[in-house]
């Protein structure tokens, strides 16, 4: 009788398993894509804010969250359904979502817009006002904030404007398309991301000023005009004339503005601009144009006279200043740089006349980020993959002594938020099988305190199982990579695979994060009997100088060998349907799918491209010139690179996806593609989004992997 109870409770158990199994949800390609980034990935914290006393907010969930991390408690809980109620009283129009909020974190009280008009909420009266005091416009282009709440800076119309004293200052007025004022130069390469910087007083504004009067004119056509209208842009393509870039100050007391003594005739790049502490001095990385020569400069604010060379880095293929120098609060004379000068990015101390006081960190592994000082002043916080090249660590550095100490956990990819006096963090944490969680850490004794986590997003829906691989390059280092194995995977039968690709600069795809940084829509094809494989060669980042440089003047070549040696291992695996593969890849993945369709023809039966580099004649100086010197320095490299030269190759079906509006790889890529397959009469196949440009985003991008996903599927079994 006992042992016939326990077959009878077995059975009811596998039968409730498999009850919940088939309740599961089959994904839509809709919902994979447009909710990948929203309902269906991990949960997070938004508007987190440290506050005195040991409090922390946060919003979530259509709640404001106030949290005592030092009792470990939530002390207080504001619904969206208060302050819309509050509003009601106010006559004002209700919120359909938590905004973002701005804390006046001595008066215990918040900011907030609802339309055109801000409001405040007093946390201890729980009441709603008016917020009569000066905010900047979030849509304002290229809206940049000082230290001082009442000062920021924007762009209009080729112009840079300062708010400043209640009123709007014009500090240029002669903004064109040939010059333009307070915009990102050099295409924001070189870490560049914002062409508006101010000084630590905020009673000084350096900016960029670029002359595009030499650069040529490209046409970008607007579809939807009637009848279609042409706009110019400026595009220098490699080898041919750039952009000349002047830094100047404007002295926001006296009203006027200088400009650095820096010759621009010789089309150098001047980036990582930092004032010094005291705002004496302003330090600018000068590169020259075949980017391997670097001078990190130092010139007086006052007049603009440049002082001295603090130091140089040359190297025999390029050198890639992203990084400002870093100053520290308790020795203003002292600077941290980051340079992969030993072959992987490292910290240097420095003092402010240029000399090296020592090396700070070292090791086969980079510093990705420099996040700021502990409370003491004396350790420098930085992030950096020590532990595995897919992960993301928190350490710590003392400048003094020199002693590196690991402050984050659990082994994955964190992502620090400090506080103001450095004696805390957020540790956004994740990791393959993780999806998120939030932790307070508290740097001087590395307790951490877990604040949130969140429950798995895919969790009611059937999707694939993942894990990551380690496979030999041809030069003996390793490459890390990821795959999704089918839903119901079954290793007696044969899948097709997909591999998705970048391989490119400045982009690692396989990371220790939720899925190892796979899409939310891999899922979809893993039900339709796919293996989704990606893998990161040479040229990607945080692998040292030797593993990032190997492709330099060849870009592609290495890259392709890469992928051949995650080809040859899914060619080994059993249940690999090698007769079935397919590749698709967008931008520099773009460019090195049609190298492969074209370089390896036959290994591919189907494949997409978007937005696809087809010659790299065609692509922008900053970047292009970098990787692979320029057109008339080494025809060879861009004669072998140029898909253009190997279309007549192609085996297997092909489908270029272009966006009508590219400005970063322009349409005539893939139409000079078209047209040289038209001429040796090869069949391509072709879609345009004649409204977008480099990237698909919206509603429509879940019209592209539709796209996408089609044309595999149509493809890989005829």
């Not at 929203?38 to 997070?44: D, E, G, H, V």
């Not at 000084?199 to 005009?225: G, M, Q």
């Not at 079906?653 to 009508?660: C, D, M, T």
Request: hydrophobic fraction near 35%; aromatic fraction near 14%.
């Amino acid at each position: 009788m006992y042992m016939k109870k326990i077959i009878i409770i077995l059975i009811s158990c596998t039968q409730c398993f498999i009850a919940f199994a088939q309740t599961k949800q089959s994904l839509t390609l809709k919902d994979a894509v447009l909710k990948g980034r929203t309902s269906l990935a991990p949960q997070r914290l938004n508007n987190i804010t440290f506050l005195p006393n040991h409090l922390l907010s946060y919003s979530i969930n259509e709640n404001i969250i106030l949290f005592d991390y030092k009792k470990n408690k939530i002390i207080e809980k504001i619904t969206l359904t208060q302050i819309n109620a509050l509003l009601k009283q106010n006559n004002a129009d209700t919120l359909p979502a938590i905004p973002a909020l701005q804390w006046n974190k001595q008066q215990s009280t918040f900011s907030f817009q609802s339309k055109n008009k801000y409001f405040t909420y007093d946390v201890v009266s729980k009441k709603i006002f008016p917020d009569t005091s000066e905010h900047p416009d979030a849509a304002l282009e290229n809206l940049e904030l000082s230290s001082n709440p009442h000062i920021w800076a924007y762009t209009k119309d080729n112009n840079l404007y300062l708010h400043y004293n209640k009123k709007d200052i014009a500090i240029s007025n002669d903004g064109n398309i040939n010059l333009t004022y307070g915009y990102p130069a050099s295409r924001n390469e070189f870490g560049i991301n914002k062409g508006i910087f101010f000084s630590n007083r905020a009673d000084k504004l350096a900016f960029y000023k670029v002359d595009h009067s030499e650069v040529a004119e490209y046409p970008i056509i607007h579809w939807t005009e009637f009848p279609a209208k042409n706009e110019n842009i400026k595009y220098p393509m490699a080898g041919q004339k750039s952009q000349k870039v002047y830094v100047g100050i404007y002295h926001l007391k006296q009203n006027k503005t200088i400009y650095i003594q820096e010759n621009p005739n010789d089309y150098k790049y001047l980036t990582n601009i930092a004032f010094s502490p005291d705002d004496k001095y302003l330090f600018i990385a000068v590169l020259n144009r075949d980017q391997n020569h670097m001078k990190l400069n130092m010139y007086d604010t006052e007049t603009g006279h440049f002082i001295k060379t603090l130091f140089e880095e040359k190297d025999e293929k390029y050198v890639e200043p992203l990084t400002p120098p870093f100053f520290l609060k308790n020795k203003p004379e002292w600077f941290i740089w980051r340079s992969n000068r030993d072959g992987f990015y490292h910290l240097y101390l420095y003092d402010i006349n240029g000399k090296l006081l020592k090396q700070l960190t070292r090791g086969e592994w980079e510093v990705k980020e420099i996040i700021g000082l502990d409370a003491t002043g004396k350790k420098l916080i930085f992030t950096c993959n020590a532990t595995s090249p897919i992960n993301q660590d928190i350490y710590t550095v003392d400048i003094y002594t020199g002693k590196v100490e690991k402050i984050s956990d659990e082994h994955g990819f964190h992502s620090p938020l400090l506080n103001d006096d450095g004696s805390y963090l957020i540790d956004n944490y994740t990791s393959c099988y993780i999806p998120r969680k939030y932790y307070v850490t508290d740097i001087k004794n590395k307790k951490q305190t877990l604040l949130f986590e969140s429950t798995n997003p895919l969790e009611n829906y059937k999707t694939a199982i993942w894990k990551k691989i380690v496979l030999k390059s041809y030069d003996g280092s390793e490459l890390y990579g990821r795959i999704f194995y089918p839903v119901n995977f079954d290793s007696t039968i044969k899948y097709p695979v997909l591999v998705y690709l970048y391989n490119g600069p400045h982009l690692q795809l396989v990371t220790n994060t939720w899925m190892l940084g796979g899409e939310v829509w891999y899922h979809y094809m893993a039900e339709k009997g796919f293996i989704i494989f990606t893998i990161d060669g040479h040229g990607t980042p945080f692998r040292g100088k030797q593993f990032e440089q190997e492709t330099f003047r060849k870009l592609g070549e290495a890259e392709m060998k890469d992928q051949m040696t995650g080809i040859k291992y899914l060619k080994s695996l059993p249940y690999v349907d090698t007769n079935k593969l397919a590749l698709f890849g967008w931008s520099f993945g773009g460019f090195m799918t049609t190298s492969i369709m074209t370089k390896y023809p036959g290994v591919f039966k189907v494949a997409v491209a978007g937005g696809p580099v087809i010659d790299w004649r065609y692509y922008e100086v900053m970047y292009t010139e970098r990787y692979m010197d320029t057109p008339q320095q080494n025809p060879d490299g861009y004669n072998t690179t140029s898909i253009l030269n190997h279309i007549q190759n192609l085996k297997g079906k092909l489908l270029i996806i272009h966006g009508a509006e590219d400005d970063v790889v322009v349409w005539q890529h893939s139409m000079m593609l078209l047209k040289t397959a038209i001429d040796k009469g090869i069949q391509l196949d072709y879609f345009v989004y004649p409204t977008h440009k480099h990237n698909v985003l919206g509603k429509d991008r879940a019209h592209l992997i539709e796209k996408v996903c089609d044309y595999i599927l149509q493809h890989i079994n005829q």
